[in-house]
């Protein structure tokens, strides 16, 4: 469970930046991750979020959670996979939506590697013990085929593989909008959002990115697309489709909750809610993903379905919109 420090500032107290303030209390605190930890939400003074900035001011209370400690490595859970594939030196499974790539700060178990660990028994070894075999990662809401390193070998040819954008991935999505061209290119740098250092967004300077795209079905107010990434970025489908205003539909974080096109009026209001009903997060799936075996050297692709969330509103848009559906 968390821990919860509560700070009352006492009174004559001199002007002093919260992040400072907190470091000189907190034992073992830095003021780098005191920074994050304001940014994050889980300090907040008199009941409400600040920037690290903000000055204290006498009898201010300041209220920090703590998470609890982060595990050394990750350890085996008997979780249930969908393997597509398996030898010696590798695996490929068909990620849930919901299940998190590996542990990080707030998700220590019921990861993908958790689930790993215990029917591989073994994975990668190395220093970074909480993402053995990780090459490669979905957000947690995007479902799909992702390949896990078993050894050392096999890891270092894979990621060499990822590194030279040699890999083929292939995501579906359906998102936001009508489109004048049956195909485009997204070129757009990528870095962290000035306004919410937990989002990514295109910015001056950013990290080179580029995402193609191709219209397979076209509703009204929704499209059915086919991605292919040419860079690998944090959230780069999501906050490229937002940039163009064709936001995947029923993201939370990158706009896609709420109607960005079509009439906004009742009718389609009841209809988007039932539409967000059946998807409760991002509809994004990584369809495919070919590579050359590590050891074999063989061309391996594997094309998974559709999940039931996407599939069932994709039925559902073509069986209401039968006129436009594959235009």
Partial sequence: MPHVVELVVPPGKKKERLDVYITGHIENATRNKVQQAIRGGTVLVNGGEVRPSYTVMPGDVIRITLPRPAPTEALPENIPLEILFEDDDLIVVNKPAGMVTHPAFGN??????????????????????????????????????????????????????????????????????????????????????????????????????????????????????????????????????????????????????????????????????????????????AKTIGFVHPSTRRVLFFDTRLPADMAGLLDLLQSSNPAIAGA
């Fill in 108 to 285: 220590y178990t019921g990861t993908l590697v958790n689930a790993l660990l215990y029917h591989c028994g073994t994975l990668v070894s190395g220093p970074d013990l909480i993402r053995p075999g990780i090459v490669h990662r979905l957000d947690k809401e995007t479902s799909g085929v992702m390949v896990v390193a078993k050894n050392d070998v096999a890891h270092a040819k894979l990621a060499k593989q990822f590194a030279l954008r040699t890999i083929r991935r292939e995501y579906q999505a359906i998102v936001w909008g009508r489109f004048r061209e049956s195909s485009g290119l997204i070129d757009a740098g990528l870095g962290r959002s000035k306004s919410d250092r937990k989002k990514m967004a295109v910015v001056d300077g950013g990290k080179s990115a580029a995402t193609e795209y191709t219209v397979l079905e076209q509703f009204p107010y929704l499209a059915l697309l086919r991605l292919k990434l040419r860079t690998g970025r944090t959230h780069q489908i999501r906050v490229h489709l937002a940039h163009i205003n064709h936001p995947v539909f029923g993201d939370p974080t990158y706009n896609g909750r709420r109607i960005v096109w079509g009439s906004g009026g009742g009718a389609q209001k009841s209809e988007v809610q039932r539409f967000l009903a059946l998807m409760p997060r991002q509809a994004l799936h």
